[in-house]
Each structure stands twice: as structure tokens, then as C-alpha cells.
């Protein structure tokens, strides 16, 4: 989410000033001089964040009973933080951790305003709809403007597939996560978020569950937490490294997003509602150095708490990949946490949480197997760090580095050129007639030449997270190339690998590309209406859940919506975080569950033809016959239809 | 009646604060604190798009530029 320009972030509505709270007179709640038209005797005594930092004062007049327990509420207190870092911390140190939690874990928590009325300070800030108070808050513009690298992006699929509550039944997070939840006090020293009363779960909703038609319930309800069966793969950090900058001002640094899904023993069946065995693990970037910046050896008992804590994912699905057959988990030793999964400093802190062999469920003897034809997947359209590694510099293996310019020049694989596909020219720029489509071939053959590029080279590009390189994979077969290949995992899994990376430019000097158009893989929004409806044809909208819904539009878009009858299936869905593929047995199981199958024809939409082209090329991988796509996208067909 | 009794309720402590010999005086305040927000200063600049863009060009992000990675 994009900051607020600085006058947008202060600038009132008018349908404030008719609302209960405009009614109020401003310095009742923000102090500051009303007289003064000058801004700085304006604002001497001014209160940006008054239900911050005198929650009784700003709110309590009329809302007592909820600002009773709703300033010692996790959001309003983060009081589990201090309980955390006090279990790991050296006693004589704490002065200096305690520095380090307000300067930086501190700065997340949020109160009153930042739910209701603006978005929160760690968001950078701003009125939402001009300052008119919001009972229920707002799920883009405030709840995931905080928990949005995890919750938002799992629950809305920038990550994944998205939530079924999102999609299905467009729940939004106060449904699940309401004012009884959100305004509860959290009590003193309380050891973790689960053990709070009124958390959320499930089985509020879902209750009775092992009593019901599905056998799996019955058999696992008990043993293994919902999220085991009904998550799909989330993001685990590591190395949050904090400090000042020269300015000053606190930041964080978190080093590294791996995308997976790991079981892992229960280590806290205390909490409420937590008898089970098994749960799923997230990573946390927690690491003995982690407040250097503050002093040296302050956590002298690190090991105290588990790195690998319980998750509560936001990105449930009646059907995963982990549970689509017994034996995808049972007996399936990589989806549980092993100790070696775990870095040399945090083997003492998750010695409860890593499941033994002994503790790995045996394999189901019994078992109906899936049957997935992998037997079409254009394998060649894919290649390995390895396999790179040992090919680079022979035959006519050319690698092209898709980031831009200023990650190029950091350190890219030996050999490859740079070409940027956002800034090339392949596309028409936002402001033109038709935004954001491709140009004509000769165009894109010239730029291509140019790069030195030729249509019969095994062209293999990269970036680092997927969706340019493979944008740019998708020209390329377009316009003719008739060997290109993604590097799965991008510039992270060559690292991963051990393989390390120049700074030495290159280039091929220019080439004819001489490439033979392929306009069967594109279509435009008049062909695209004549498809719709067809029994055999499937569109497929890439783009996050929040589009669909209609509650963001790209600010190109003349309107927030979705083509009719088009069914959304995220990119996240299949690329995940750092450009890494699923396997294409997982990822043909999981388009089948929703109708999406090779014989089909597929047209593939998204907002600029960008996400679309990524998912193109990814279906064409798993060995769909007829897939095309739909370059206009919903920019210009919200402009005409 | 909302308005009435938001303006109520901080009527009230200031009563108590100031005594119920002026008590008089500050429901007179309370009341007229009904327009106020439409008439303030702070209003007039509040609402005015130009002007904040004037007065905020200035401004930047508090955020580090060396912060990294998601929150």
C-alpha cells in the first residue's frame, strides 16, 4: 500500500463536518489554537495522535467502557512483546532491550484512531474518507496496512491462492476478529496471543466438526490444529536486524522470505482451544544478535522460547495440496520440522517444537492415490540453478537478467545482459489511448536485437521474484523466440545453491531477432467477449482477491470490479514468494480443484497484462495446449465495457 | 442527541472542575462548541486542498530509507 501524499493524509472531507464527531469542536480532541490561521501558532499544543497518547481524554468521555480495556488490548499494548524478549534477555541488560522494544517493536501498536478513523502510524499515517469515523475498520487501509506482509497478502492472494473467507463469502477481518476480540484486555505478562480468552478461533464458527460427514474430521480432530490440513505454503522470516540510521530514526531490516509450510509439535497445548499435537510452525526473524545496535550479548537465554511458533496462516482452502491424500503428509518427512531445519543458534530454543522420526506419522497403507498427469509438462520451459551453473557459456545459452538496472549492477549471474521488461518498451506507457499493451512485433524484435537477443538462442531469464522475468518470457514467445526457459527460484535460488554472482557488466552487441510472431497468444477485450460464456473456455483473472471484491482498483482502471464469468486465481497461486515453483503435480491438482484442466482453452486477464503474461507462460509450462493472453487486461476493458 | 451528549459529557467535567457557580457559563460554551468544528481555523485549512499542498510541500516520510523487508 502506497504512503498518502502529504496533503492527503490531513486533508477533511466535508461529510465529516455533518457526522457525530464533526460536530465536535477539533482542539476538544487535538488541542492547538483555532484562532490562528498562521500554521505554526496553529498547531503549538497540537495532538496528531490523541487517542494514543491520552486514550481517556480523546475517546473516553463517550466510548468509557470500551477505552477501559481497549488501551491494554494487544493492538493498544503489544504486551506480550516485553514477556518475549524479558524470557530471553540478560537480567542486567533489560535497560537495553527495553530501549530497543520501544524504539522498534513499539512502533507497531496502534489505538483508537488508527482502527477507526486514520490509517496507523506504523502505516505512515492519513485520514481515511476525510476523517469520517469508521465503526468497523477498514481491511486494506487498516488492519492489512499493518499485518500485511503475512495476513494481508496470505488472506487476499498476493501470496497463494488467498483465503476462502475472502473469496467464497468476502469476509473481511472483523468478521472473524471483532470488537469483543480487538477491545479485550490482554492481562499482564500474558506468555503469547493464543493464550488470549477472546481470540478468535475456528470453532466458533465451525463447531460440532467431528461429528460431521467428513471422515478426516473425525479421525484428526484433536490431534492436528484446522490450519494443518487447510493452510497453504506462508512466509517465514529471518534476521530482523535493527538500528538507527544517520538521521536518527529507528528502522528494521528483515533479511530473508522463504516461502514453505512446516508442522511442528505443540509446545504450548495451554492455550485455550490448543490440545492438539501438531501445528503449524512460522519462522520468526528472532536472532541472538538481533539488538547489537543497542548492546552486545543481550539475550544470554535466547533458547528460552522457540523461534518456530505456532501460525495461525490467513490463507485457509477447503482442499490443499498437503491433504489432498494421506500419504502427501503422512510419512512425508519434509513437511515437518526437522533439526535440520533449524540454524545453530536456535537448536536449544525449538528442541520442543522439532517432530523426532519416531514422531513423524507413518505412512497410510491403504490410500487412494491422486491421479495427476504430469506427462505434457514442457520441462525445458524451466530450468535449475545446476542446471544454469553447468550450461552457462555453452551452445547458444543466453542469460538475461530481468530486474532492473540498479539490481543488475549489484551482482547478476555471470554473463547475463540486463533488460528490464518494465522500462524497454515493450509496452505502451499508462497515460497512452490503450495503456499498458504490447507494441507491435517489429518494435519488440527491434528491442530484443538490440539486446542482442536472437529468436533461436535458448534464451533462460531470471529475476527475483518471478513476475517480470517470466512477463518477459512470455514476450519472447510472442514474439517468436523458440527456446526460452525461467530460472526457478531467480537470482535467491542461484545463491541458495552456492553460486555466486559478478558485477561485471555484459553485453552481445545487436542482433536480428528474427523471430515469427505468435498472435494466437493474445488476445484483445472484443475477441475476449466472444469467448466468454463458451462451455470450453475458462478466463482466469490473476489478480488479488481485494480486485475482485472490488475494494482496490489500479488507478489506471476507470472502475474497481472483474470481467463476468472469469474466475480468479491469483499469480501467488503459482509462483510463490521468492520466484520458486511448486511442483507441477501440485500446481495441475490444484487448477484441476478449480475446473481449470490442459484441455480447456484458457485465456488469462489481470489489471496491465503483466500478471497475465506471468500466468500464461506458467500454464504453457504445465503443458495447456490453448492458453492466451488477454493483453488489453481490466484497465482498458473498464474503459469501454 | 449524540452531539448533545459528546458535548454533555465534556461539559461535565469541566463543571466539575471550575465549580457550579460558572456552570451557567459553560453550557453556553458547550453549545455554541456544536458549530465549532464547521467554523474554526483549523477547518479552513483542512479543507482546502491548494493550501495544504502549499503549506505541505516540504513534508517528508519519517520512515528510514534504510528500512527493508516486511513488517
Known amino acids: 500500500m502506497a504512503p498518502l501524499e502529504p496533503q492527503a493524509k490531513v486533508l477533511l472531507s466535508r461529510d465529516f463536518l455533518s457526522t457525530t464527531h464533526g460536530a465536535l469542536a477539533c482542539e476538544s480532541c487535538h488541542g492547538g489554537n483555532p484562532a490562528s490561521l498562521d500554521k505554526a501558532t496553529a498547531h503549538a499544543g497540537f495532538d496528531p495522535a490523541p487517542s494514543i497518547n491520552n486514550p481517556r481524554k480523546a475517546c473516553g468521555d463517550c466510548h468509557a467502557e470500551i477505552v477501559a480495556t481497549a488501551k491494554d488490548s494487544l493492538h493498544g499494548s503489544l504486551s506480550t512483546f516485553p514477556r518475549v524478549l524479558a524470557n530471553r534477555a540478560s537480567k542486567d541488560r533489560w535497560g537495553q532491550v527495553e530501549e530497543a522494544r520501544a524504539n522498534h517493536c513499539a512502533a507497531c501498536h496502534t489505538s483508537c484512531g488508527g482502527c477507526h478513523v486514520s490509517r496507523p502510524r506504523f502505516a505512515q499515517k492519513g485520514f481515511i474518507q476525510g476523517h469520517v469515523f469508521q465503526k468497523r475498520s477498514d481491511p486494506i487501509n487498516q488492519c492489512t496496512a499493518c499485518h500485511g506482509s503475512r495476513v494481508g497478502s496470505e488472506f487476499y492472494g498476493e501470496r497463494g491462492q488467498g483465503d ?88 528494521f531490516q528483515n533479511r530473508r522470505e522463504v516461502e514453505a509450510l512446516k508442522i511442528g509439535l505443540n509446545h504450548d497445548a495451554k492455550s485455550p482451544g490448543a490440545g492438539y499435537r501438531y501445528m503449524l510452525v512460522r519462522h520468526v526473524p528472532s536472532y541472538p544478535e538481533m539488538f547489537d545496535f543497542y548492546g552486545k550479548d543481550l539475550f544470554t537465554s535466547f533458547g528460552a522460547v522457540p523461534t ?180 526457478d527460484g531467480g537470482i ?150 | 442527541m449524540d452531539i448533545v451528549r459528546i458535548q454533555m459529557a465534556r461539559t461535565l467535567r469541566a463543571i466539575a472542575a471550575i465549580g457550579t457557580a460558572l456552570s451557567g457559563l459553560v453550557v453556553a460554551c458547550a453549545a455554541s462548541a456544536a458549530t465549532a468544528a464547521e467554523t474554526s481555523g483549523c477547518v479552513t485549512c483542512h479543507l482546502d486542498e491548494a493550501m495544504l499542498v502549499k503549506n505541505l510541500s516540504g513534508a517528508t516520510a519519517k520512515k528510514s530509507a534504510m528500512q527493508s523487508g516486511a513488517g
Not at chain 1, 179 to 192: F, N, Q, V
Not at chain 1, 239 to 245: A, R
Not at chain 1, 364 to 385: F, H, N
Open chain 1, 164 to 251: 476462502v473467507h475472502a473469496a467464497k463469502v468476502t469476509m473481511d477481518c472483523v468478521a472473524c476478529h471483532p470488537a469483543k476480540e480487538m477491545h479485550a484486555a490482554a492481562p499482564r505478562d500474558l506468555p503469547g496471543r493464543y493464550r488470549l480468552d477472546e481470540l478468535a478461533r475456528c470453532t466458533d464458527c465451525h463447531k460440532d466438526l467431528q461429528y460431521g460427514s467428513v471422515r478426516d474430521h473425525a479421525i484428526h480432530i484433536g490431534k492436528v490444529q484446522c490450519q494443518v490440513c487447510h493452510s497453504q505454503t506462508y512466509v517465514n522470516c529471518y534476521g530482523c536486524h535493527v538500528g538507527k540510521d544517520a538521521e536518527g530514526t529507528a528502522f
Open chain 1, 308 to 487: 518456530w511458533k505456532r501460525a495461525s496462516p490467513h490463507n485457509i482452502q477447503r482442499r490443499t495440496w498437503q491433504a489432498a491424500t494421506c500419504n502427501n503428509c503422512h510419512g512425508n518427512r519434509a513437511l515437518f520440522l526437522a533439526s535440520a531445519d533449524l540454524l545453530d543458534f536456535e537448536k536449544q530454543a525449538n528442541r520442543n517444537v522439532v517432530v523426532p522420526d519416531g514422531k513423524v506419522p507413518k505412512p497410510v497403507k491403504k490410500t487412494q492415490a491422486l491421479s495427476i498427469d504430469t506427462s505434457r509438462v514442457r520441462t525445458g520451459m524451466v530450468v535449475d540453478a545446476r542446471w544454469l551453473h553447468e550450461n552457462l557459456g555453452k551452445g547458444n545459452v543466453v542469460v538475461v537478467d530481468a530486474r532492473d538496472r540498479a539490481a543488475y549492477d549489484k551482482g547478476h549471474i555471470d554473463g547475463a545482459i540486463s533488460l528490464d521488461p518494465l522500462t524497454s518498451g515493450f509496452r505502451t506507457g499508462g497515460d497512452a489511448e490503450r495503456p499498458f499493451v504490447l507494441v507491435d512485433h517489429a518494435e519488440v524484435a527491434g528491442i530484443l536485437g538490440r539486446a542482442g537477443l536472437a529468436a533461436d538462442d535458448h534464451i533462460v531469464v531470471y529475476d527475483r521474484s518471478g513476475l517480470t522475468a517470466i512477463a518477459l518470457l512470455a514476450v519472447l514467445e510472442w514474439a517468436g523466440g523458440t527456446h526460452v526457459s525461467y530460472l
Open chain 1, 492 to 641: 535467491e535460488g542461484w545463491h541458495e545453491a552456492g553460486f555466486h554472482a559478478s558485477t561485471v557488466p555484459s553485453s552481445r552487441g545487436t542482433r536480428a531477432f528474427k523471430g515469427t510472431v505468435q498472435p494466437r497468444f493474445v488476445v484483445d477485450s472484443g475477441t475476449l467477449a466472444t469467448l466468454l460464456g463458451k462451455p470450453n473456455v475458462v478466463v482466469i483473472d490473476a489478480r488479488a482477491i481485494h480486485r475482485i471484491l472490488g475494494e482496490t482498483r489500479h488507478v489506471k482502471a476507470s472502475r474497481a470490479g472483474a470481467i463476468p464469468g472469469s474466475i480468479n486465481l491469483p499469480l501467488g497461486a503459482l509462483l510463490m514468494d521468492n520466484g520458486a515453483l511448486k511442483s507441477p503435480a501440485e500446481l495441475l491438482w490444484m487448477l484441476r480443484t478449480r475446473g481449470i484442466t490442459p484441455d480447456r482453452t484458457v485465456v488469462t486477464t489481470c489489471d496491465t497484462g503483466l500478471a497475465a503474461a506471468d500466468a500464461f507462460f506458467l500454464l504453457r509450462y504445465l503443458g495447456f495446449q490453448d492458453v492466451r493472453v488477454h493483453d488489453e487486461a481490466w484497465v482498458n476493458w473498464s474503459k469501454t465495457r
